[in-house]
């Protein structure tokens, strides 16, 4: 049975505030309750009497950071997944073939700075596995860091669950990983030259970056930048210009960019994504769009602002946003119930918009609940037999869930819909996703069924 709340006593306040600089977490503030009894527990783990005394050993800098550490693996939210934003990777794939069809000799050296269990940073290991195979001479050393220690571990020992790869056809998967029961464990070549290491971005760069100055190719922090208060991300956009190389990318996740926080980049477009760019005094390579003006674009909502009180239901109900745009940022935060409670609460209201009905199918799929889930994917068509992305997941749903036949039938339909679709992208829960892309998939799984 579960416990009654306690209340949040002021030992509780003052160490979750502690925590929160110490990590930058700020979204903690509406999880009192998760995070006093974490205390709770802990302190009698530790066999100290009362939270009182807890909070005073914690003035013990070696104790405070190994119960930080601790925090973070219990409070941090590690959603990622292989080629996630797959545009990024494109528009990386770009620019670095342009350098080494110039000649380029320099070893790539890249840093994913919230790299969680590490699909990011083999992600780019794969890309730039695969631009070797057309330019022998590449080399490359990718860093990789988090604050969780066991995100860490699982990073390095490189074996992924099916979810890992959801957005890819299953020909990437074959080609890199081997099966392992129910996982898929990364290829050995393809782990030596990315090394893991624990490094929390508000604390001083650890000894792997040392000697980095000035140096980085590519600098990853995706989608840890919303849950920092803004002068934490202006700090953070300062150190990261430092770390990179003249010309070198910084990659953030969708609704991370702030053109006013990350000026002193130049913004580059490249068919749905946005890369920022540390000028070098030349043009950007001239497969990608030429750089954003600056000025002209308006500063990002999407970073939150921290507040000094915890938002009560109340003032949240009265500015209740229910934009797909918001909806994507929760469940990119891992906030999946917000998110569900959210189009659940649209749906009073707009019951005949497909869209809703497709991102409720996501989540509850997401969540394991698959029927309910088929159930909103064939009413959100239904609605609008033509939703592109209702057609795509449904399909993909249909793959893993329904006798080949049927799947096979799904398969074929939500291609045709693709094929005559006038967008380019696939607006998905997490991300945009090329039509171009959302075809290859299907056909792969086309084949895979047929198989
Ligand atoms: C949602 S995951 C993002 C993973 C990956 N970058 C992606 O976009 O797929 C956010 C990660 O940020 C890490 N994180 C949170 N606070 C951090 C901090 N202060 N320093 C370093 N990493 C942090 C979390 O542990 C988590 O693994």
Known sequence: MSQPAQPFVPESQRILESFMDYSGLNVLRERESVFQQLLLDRMEVLGYASLQRYEQALQEPQLREQEYQGFAVKLTIGETYFMRHSQVFDALREAWSSELE??????????????????????????????????????????????????LKTAREARYGDWSFRSLDPGFRNRYFQQQGTLWELRPELRQDVQFFFCNLLADFPAQLTGLYGQLDALFCRNVLIYFDPETIRSLAKRFFQMLAPGGWLVLGPSENNWEIFGEFEAVTHQGAVLYRKPDG?????????????????????????????????????????????????????????????????????????????????????????????????????????????????????????????????????????????????WLPLEDLSVEAALRILRGLEDEVKA
């Open 282 to 426: 030349k043009k950007p390579p001239a497969r990608l769009t030429t750089p954003v003006t600056l000025p002209s674009m308006p500063p990002s909502p999407a970073v939150p602002v921290r507040t000094d009180q915890p938002k009560t239901s109340a003032s949240r109900d009265a500015k209740a946003d229910h934009s797909r745009e918001h909806i994507r940022s929760l469940l990119s935060q891992g906030k999946r119930e917000e998110a569900l409670r959210c189009v659940k609460d649209a749906l009073v209201t707009q019951d005949l918009n497909p869209e809703y009905h497709m991102l409720s199918g996501y989540i509850e799929e997401a969540a394991g609940e698959v029927r309910i889930a088929g159930e909103h994917y064939k009413r959100a068509l239904f609605l609008d037999r033509e939703h592109p992305a209702a057609q795509f997941l449904q399909a993909q749903l249909g793959v893993k869930h329904l006798p080949p036949k049927v799947a096979l039938r799904q398969l074929r339909i939500a291609r045709s819909v693709l094929e005559s679709a006038h967008e380019e992208c696939l």
């Open 102 to 151: 110039a000649g380029r000799i320099r070893p790539y050296r890249i840093w994913s700075a919230a790299a969680s269990i590490g699909c990011e940073a083999y992600s780019i290991n794969i890309l730039l596995e695969e631009l070797k195979q057309r330019f022998p001479a590449l080399q490359r050393q990718i860093l990789a860091s988090d604050l969780n220690q066991d995100f």
